[in-house]
């Protein structure tokens, strides 16, 4: 089922408040949208099942990255833990130029990314199953991206563990998160000078009619990661850093 006239003209406004025209995108994110749903019926995918909750928190929540000026050029970005795609194929629909791997440790949702990769016709855009704690490192992926990106993965301090080693020098990584970080920023300091990171800052704002509050905490590649980082899967969780 594609997107109705009613969600459609719902992404066109939402866009509009992000800066964005995606009147060129229509057909690729209704065609996302039947895909999904049609996954969430073989699998669970989602937790969000109408077409304004898929719209407003999946579609929409991914490209607020797009408020940030960091996908100019040619960029090689990780999506880290995607789940269903989520930033990684809306980025790429609205950047195509954008170089995409999208990362999850669990195979079902895996299959849908490289499903939906397919059905869109995205060139330039891998899924990409494992542990990030395995795969960080591994030579192809250790300190291979320009950007980083995850969206409600894990708390900031195992974020800043799993995600910086995959950064180049001088990349950056961005986490979305709610309103309520301020807790996950106060021990992020002491985990970010052991990982080679620095806080850039935080950029606040409400989500495009829902009002729900969003976050996006910027991290910087100022020094290389030390090889033992990240540790064992599952230790970053278990015992994390901050």
Same mark, same amino acid.
């Given at each position: 089922?594609?997107?109705?006239?009613?969600?459609?003209?719902?992404?066109?406004?939402?866009?509009? #408040?992000?800066? *964005?025209?995606l009147?060129?995108? %229509?057909? @690729?994110?209704?065609?996302?949208?039947?895909? %999904?749903?049609?996954?969430?019926?073989?699998?669970?995918?989602? #937790?969000l $099942?109408?077409?304004?909750?898929?719209?407003?928190?999946?579609?929409?929540?991914?490209?607020?990255?797009? $408020?940030?000026?960091?996908?100019?050029?040619?960029?090689?970005?990780?999506?880290?833990g995607t789940?269903?795609?989520f930033?990684?194929?809306?980025?790429?629909?609205?950047?195509?130029e954008?170089?995409?791997?999208?990362?999850?440790?669990?195979?079902?949702?895996?299959?849908?990314?490289?499903?939906?990769?397919?059905?869109l016709? %995205? $060139?330039?855009?891998?899924?990409?199953?494992?542990?990030?704690?395995? *795969?960080?490192? @591994?030579?192809?992926?250790?300190?291979?991206?320009?950007?980083?990106?995850? $969206?409600?993965?894990?708390?900031?301090?195992?974020?800043?563990?799993l995600g910086?080693?995959? *950064?180049?020098?001088?990349?950056?990584?961005?986490?979305?998160?709610?309103?309520?970080?301020?807790?996950?920023?106060?021990?992020?300091?002491?985990?970010?000078?052991?990982?080679?990171?620095?806080?850039?800052?935080?950029?606040?704002?409400?989500?495009p009619?829902?009002?729900?509050?969003r976050?996006?905490?910027?991290?910087?590649k @100022?020094?290389?990661?030390?090889?033992?980082?990240?540790?064992?899967?599952?230790?970053?969780?278990?015992?994390?850093?901050?």
């Amino acid at each position: 089922m594609p997107l109705s006239p009613q969600g459609q003209a719902l992404l066109l406004r939402g866009g509009e #408040a992000l800066g *964005l025209d995606l009147a060129p995108h %229509l057909e @690729a994110f209704s065609r996302l949208y039947d895909l %999904l749903l049609e996954g969430n019926r073989k699998a669970s995918l989602t #937790a969000l $099942r109408t077409e304004e909750e898929i719209v407003l928190k999946h579609f929409l929540d991914s490209l607020t990255l797009l $408020r940030l000026p960091l996908w100019e050029g040619p960029l090689r970005v990780l999506d880290l833990g995607t789940g269903p795609g989520f930033p990684g194929l809306p980025l790429k629909i609205v950047r195509p130029e954008l170089e995409m791997v999208l990362l999850d440790a669990t195979r079902k949702k895996v299959a849908f990314v490289e499903e939906a990769i397919a059905a869109l016709g %995205l $060139r330039g855009a891998w899924a990409l199953w494992g542990r990030a704690e395995v *795969l960080a490192h @591994a030579p192809e992926h250790r300190e291979a991206y320009g950007r980083v990106v995850a $969206r409600a993965v894990a708390p900031l301090c195992v974020l800043a563990e799993l995600g910086l080693p995959f *950064l180049a020098p001088e990349g950056v990584m961005v986490a979305q998160k709610g309103p309520r970080v301020e807790e996950e920023l106060s021990g992020l300091p002491e985990a970010l000078e052991v990982l080679g990171g620095a806080l850039l800052g935080v950029e606040t704002f409400p989500l495009p009619f829902s009002g729900e509050g969003r976050s996006l905490v910027l991290l910087k590649k @100022a020094h290389p990661t030390p090889s033992r980082y990240p540790r064992r899967p599952g230790v970053p969780e278990r015992n994390p850093l901050c």
